[in-house]
């Protein structure tokens, strides 16, 4: 009989033992329902220990810092003003390059 239960309860089910009276079957059957919400508890749990946290995930991988509105407008500033030098070196680098293939060109020995 314990066998019996041991095989319902881990949803095995390998039928070489099967209970003949009805109670037996009830109870089986009752067995086999219980192992399958502790197998499900069981695997809830496992999932919510294992789980990482998104609250976690910004603060062990990923710090952002913390800015008040004006260090903000500040920061956007300083961005600005980034993006507009590399425009600039980047159209004098195109400029400096034409110039000099056009020099090339319109130079003769």
């Known amino acids: ?13 390998f039928g070489d033992v099967v209970p003949m009276s ?14 399958t919400l502790l197998t499900a508890l ?3 749990v496992m999932r919510d ?5 998104v609250s ?5 991988v990923i710090r952002l810092p913390v800015y008040k509105p004006n260090e ?5 500033a300083i961005k600005r003003q980034r993006f507009h030098r590399l425009k600039m070196e ?3 680098r195109k400029v400096t390059i034409i110039l000099q293939a056009d ?3 319109t130079v003769h020995h």
């Open 1 to 13: 009989m314990v066998w019996l239960v041991v095989v319902s309860i881990t949803n095995l089910g």
């Open 22 to 35: 009805p109670g037996g079957r009830i109870f089986v059957g009752i067995a086999s329902i219980l192992g």
């Open 42 to 44: 069981m695997i809830g």
């Open 49 to 53: 220990w294992l789980e990482i946290p």
């Open 56 to 60: 976690s995930i910004g603060k062990s």
């Open 72 to 76: 903000r407008r500040i920061l956007a």
């Open 90 to 92: 980047s159209a004098a």
């Open 103 to 105: 020099n090339r060109l």
